[in-house]
């Protein structure tokens, strides 16, 4: 198993950046396939980025393609994500989630494991 721990979050200007961090428990970090979800008032979850177990392979959500990147520091049992040119409507709770997997994973109901959230609001 592993827990997982967000931070990063905060309050940022329309056009900013913040970056993400998912710290992992445990000593097989490396065995997981990771991914950022967000879940903004009223709404539903929904898929925001994912990456594979060794980094090599990455999936965006087309709305946050060319302004977000997910990457993993295996040796930290760390995951992030970079958000640059901030929008308001990228205002949510933001989850990271893992999976024991050799594929990217896209679908919230594939993953076993999650973290508390941490609320990132984009002021305009």
Same mark, same amino acid.
């Given at each position: 198993?592993?827990?997982?721990?967000?931070? /990063?979050? /905060?309050?940022?200007?329309?056009?900013?950046?913040? =970056?993400?961090?998912?710290?992992?428990?445990?000593?097989?970090?490396?065995?997981? @396939?990771?991914?950022?979800?967000?879940?903004?008032?009223? !709404?539903?979850?929904?898929?925001? @980025?994912?990456?594979? =177990?060794?980094? /090599?392979?990455?999936?965006?959500?087309?709305?946050? !393609?060319?302004?977000?990147?997910?990457? =993993?520091?295996?040796? !930290?049992?760390?995951?992030?994500?970079?958000?640059? $040119?901030? !929008?308001?409507?990228?205002?949510?709770?933001?989850?990271?989630?893992?999976? =024991?997997?050799?594929?990217?994973?896209?679908?919230?109901?594939?993953?076993?494991?999650?973290?508390?959230?941490?609320?990132?609001?984009?002021? $305009?």
């Amino acid at each position: 198993q592993v827990q997982l721990v967000e931070s /990063g979050g /905060g309050l940022v200007q329309a056009g900013g950046s913040l =970056r993400l961090s998912c710290a992992a428990s445990g000593r097989t970090f490396s065995n997981y @396939a990771m991914g950022w979800f967000r879940q903004a008032p009223g !709404k539903e979850r929904e898929f925001v @980025a994912a990456i594979s =177990r060794g980094g /090599g392979s990455t999936n965006y959500a087309d709305s946050v !393609k060319g302004r977000f990147t997910i990457s =993993r520091d295996n040796t !930290k049992n760390t995951l992030y994500l970079q958000m640059n $040119s901030l !929008k308001p409507e990228d205002t949510a709770v933001y989850y990271c989630a893992a999976e =024991r997997a050799f594929t990217v994973i896209t679908r919230p109901e594939e993953y076993e494991y999650w973290g508390q959230g941490t609320q990132v609001t984009v002021s $305009s």
